[in-house]
């Protein structure tokens, strides 16, 4: 009876804390604002205009509205909660709170909680936070927060984070996390896996290897895209391939 009893009260003080400790460094983060949204040199369209056009030009842009067309600017493009866009957006940083269909080039995209997607996106950073449905090609890094449901026939990046929920092809040339509460379900191509307890992961997993799969990861260059999203055109040419002619069909290397 001692002998189970033998633990002293401060060691039981002591474990009580770092249990706590654990608690604190693990609670989500709520509200993470990864791209400001723009108040110096922005233009503004809002209520109930429906707009079709083409618009180019420097600074920010801010759309509240319907929007159909292609917009390419140098700075923010922000897509408030409840407003449609259809079209392509070339843009330094681009923030999504509205419903996209089309196609994106960025350094930095954002999908929020209320945002949904549908298309393709090509960008340096990734964040998902609302609903995909589409192709990511991100070079550094995507994460997909808790809010995040992503269902992708390619999503790809050097290092991926899912705190959400992603269904279909995944490809982490360096890293895939997943963390506590996360899940992934498909085809993973990966060099390395993390995963925390009650992450998951269902499907086909495949060690990446660029002589294995380059030819699932082969994309066309284009340099003014590049100019705008301030990378280097070659890094365009292995991330950022326009949309594929789907009457093409392709073969796994795997399968020739």
Known sequence: MGFFSSKSREEEVDTTQKREEVQVS??????????????????????TLKVKATIEGKGSLIIGSSFDGDVTIDDTFFLEKGAKFNGTVHAKNIKVSGDFVGTIYSTVTEITNSGTFSGNINTNKTFLGGKVDGVVRSIDSIEIT??????????????????????????ASELLEVTSGGSVEGDIITKGIRTEQGGTIIGNIQTYDASVHGEELDFNSNEDISKIMNIKPNDMKKYARKEEDKSIKRVPADKK
């Open 26 to 47: 693990k609670a989500p983060e709520v509200n993470r604002d990864n791209i400001k949204i723009p108040t110096l040199n922005v233009s503004i369209l809002r209520d």
């Open 146 to 171: 808790s809010s995040g449901e992503v269902d992708s026939s390619e999503c790809k990046s050097k290092q991926i984070k899912i705190e959400g929920k992603v269904k279909g092809k995944v490809v």
